[in-house]
């Protein structure tokens, strides 16, 4: 098998990540803040040290406003729902995952005004500021496309947001772990992360940051195992978003996964996933018959790489990949119709191959042929 679909999630894991799931599961009983006994301590002391290993990565200066969820589109929707309200603008781009944009539609619904920043060919910053009115309270957005994989200027979006009083929301799913991300210097306010994708974690668990000072009224509320006497939600984070048992072996497959990471340095990871894409991209590129999608510079796009051939439906162009060479990718839409729609690849989808830290250069040549193959027979 030729593994090319780390944008959907990635494979394989570092083995201290399994390790660390393993060891949760066997030998630590004991649940987060439920309880006083030593078993008990360790699970809290577990989130506590993940959350200080999240905070680092992102330099979040207090641990403690981040709060973990299942995935980053339970965080979105935290964040989306329990912000805006009847008669709130909002702005995002046309290039939204669903996490994001169904949320959107729901509020829009109950009276959320939504606009659309085209960004399917780069943002637009003058657009944004036009784009801005009295009633916007949110900005919200993708750091990078899971459909062409270009990254959109995230440090420049977060200062016009400062400069117009505009929250600043960004999902990470596609960046976290690739792209450098600091809250201060990004001026990011609510910030969304998954932890089964660059940050090499278990699927699972995931997160939203809460700049401090900001507040959400909750979506889901229970257990914290704080102020058991109130019928309240503890108002502070993060149990304000917290409810119920967290995925504890989860959370320490993603610590585990933090610290490879670091152990491994973002330099060498960065290096690693261009030079994978780079020679991708140049192979792809000069196959007669296959159109690329994004913009191919390699400093601003994350080793995803979408394409087409003609007016093939891509999804009998992954079944071609899959049974000639056991290629796993993924063909369609990619739970981004808005997406393809700005690209105008509506229609037939777009293939897409991500490649990921522990790919082979042999296997990317490997996919280049095969596609190769593809064009021939599909042209
Ligand atoms: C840009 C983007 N946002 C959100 C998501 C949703 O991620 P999850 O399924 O981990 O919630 C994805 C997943 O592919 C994504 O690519």
């Known amino acids: 098998m030729i593994y090319m679909d780390n944008a959907?999630?990635?494979?394989?894991?570092?083995?201290a990540v399994a390790d660390a799931i393993y060891h949760q599961i066997l030998y630590m009983p004991g649940n987060a803040?439920?309880?006083?006994?030593?078993?008990?301590l360790s699970a809290g002391n577990l989130l506590?040290?993940?959350?200080?290993?999240?905070?680092?990565?992102?330099?979040?200066?207090?641990?403690?406003?981040?709060?973990?969820?299942?995935?980053?589109?339970?965080?979105?929707?935290v964040a989306l729902l329990g912000y805006l309200k009847p008669g709130d603008h909002v702005i995002s781009t046309d290039m939204e995952h669903n996490a994001l944009a169904r949320p959107l539609e729901l509020l829009r619904k109950t009276g959320v005004q939504w606009s659309r920043i085209s960004a399917g060919h780069g943002f637009d910053l003058d657009?944004?500021?036009?784009?801005?009115?009295?009633?916007?309270?949110?900005?919200?957005?993708?750091?990078?496309?899971?459909?062409?994989?270009?990254?959109?200027?995230?440090t420049e979006i977060g200062a016009i947001c400062q400069e117009y009083d505009v929250r600043f929301l960004v999902d990470t799913a596609q960046s976290a772990g690739f792209v450098d991300i600091d809250v201060q210097r990004d001026h990011i306010d609510l910030l969304a992360f998954t932890g089964h994708k660059g940050l090499l974690g278990p699927q699972g668990v995931g997160g939203l940051y809460l700049r401090p000072g900001l507040i959400l009224q909750p979506v889901i509320t229970g257990g914290t195992g704080s102020f058991s006497e109130s019928l309240e939600q503890p108002w502070f984070m993060p149990d304000l978003l917290e409810s119920g048992t967290m995925n504890l072996p989860g959370i320490a497959g993603l610590?585990?996964?933090?610290?490879f990471l670091r152990q491994t340095g973002k330099e060498n990871l960065l290096q690693q996933e261009r030079k994978h894409f780079q020679?991708?991209?140049?192979?792809?590129?000069e196959i007669p018959g296959v159109v690329l999608y994004g913009s191919g510079n390699v400093e601003q796009m994350t080793p995803v790489i979408s394409f087409t051939i003609g007016q093939t439906n891509s999804l009998e162009i992954a079944d071609y990949l899959e049974e000639k060479s056991h290629i796993f990718c993924r063909a369609g839409l990619h739970c981004a119709g808005l997406a393809h729609t700005a690209i105008g690849t509506?229609?037939?989808?777009?293939?897409?191959?991500?490649?990921?830290?522990?790919?082979?250069?042999?296997?990317?040549?490997?996919?280049?042929?095969?596609?190769?193959?593809?064009?021939q027979k599909f042209k």
């Open 255 to 259: 610590k585990a996964a933090l610290e």
């Open 48 to 77: 506590q040290e993940t959350r200080e290993a999240l905070a680092k990565l992102f330099n979040i200066s207090q641990s403690e406003r981040i709060a973990f969820t299942m995935n980053i589109t339970q965080a979105l929707n």
């Open 127 to 154: 657009q944004l500021r036009r784009t801005i009115r009295p009633n916007t309270r949110m900005v919200c957005m993708l750091h990078a496309s899971n459909v062409t994989g270009d990254i959109f200027p995230i």
């Open 346 to 375: 509506f229609q037939t989808g777009t293939c897409r191959l991500s490649p990921g830290y522990f790919t082979r250069s042999e296997e990317i040549e490997r996919v280049i042929q095969t596609v190769e193959q593809a064009a």
């Open 279 to 285: 020679q991708l991209w140049e192979g792809l590129k």
């Open 8 to 15: 959907a999630t990635t494979y394989p894991k570092p083995k």
């Open 33 to 40: 803040g439920r309880g006083t006994h030593p078993a008990a």
